[in-house]
C-alpha cells in the first residue's frame, strides 16, 4: 500500500477524526486523511515535538529501546502516534473520537496498516 492506501484504510477505524503520516525529522506531512475542523499540518508539527521528547528522555536516561505508540488521552478524544518500525523517522498520527472509539483495535488497525505500508 501507498501512502494515500494507507491512510485511507485508516479512515475505517471506528471514531476516526483524522491520520496523517509525518516527518519526526522536519514535522512535515507526508500524506494526510480526514481532518474534521482539526489542523493536521498543525497536529503534525506539534507531535512531532512530542516525539522528540520522549525519544531525547530514553536517550537520556540510556534506554536502548524504541518506541511502539504513545497515547494521549483528551477529554474527547485520543491521539494516537505510532512511529514506523522500518522507518523510525516517520510516524502515524491518528486522532479518534473517544466516545466511539475502541482504542485496542485501533491501535491493532495502525499497526496493520504500517505492515502494508510502501514508501
Known sequence: MNVKE???KLNA???FVGA???DSESGMLLGQE???GLNLEVAAAGNTEVVRAKRKTMANLG???A??????TLGKQY???????TRPNLFF???LDRTRANLAMARMAVADVEKDLTI
Do not use: F, K, N, W
Request: proline content about 3%.
Open 6 to 8: 494507507s491512510l485511507t
Open 67 to 72: 518506541v511502539e505508540d504513545m497515547l494521549i
Open 13 to 15: 477505524i471506528d471514531g
Open 93 to 95: 498520527y491518528v486522532a
Open 20 to 22: 496523517a503520516l509525518v
Open 79 to 85: 491521539h494516537l502516534i505510532r512511529p514506523l518500525r
Open 63 to 65: 534506554m536502548r529501546d
Open 34 to 36: 480526514g481532518g474534521q
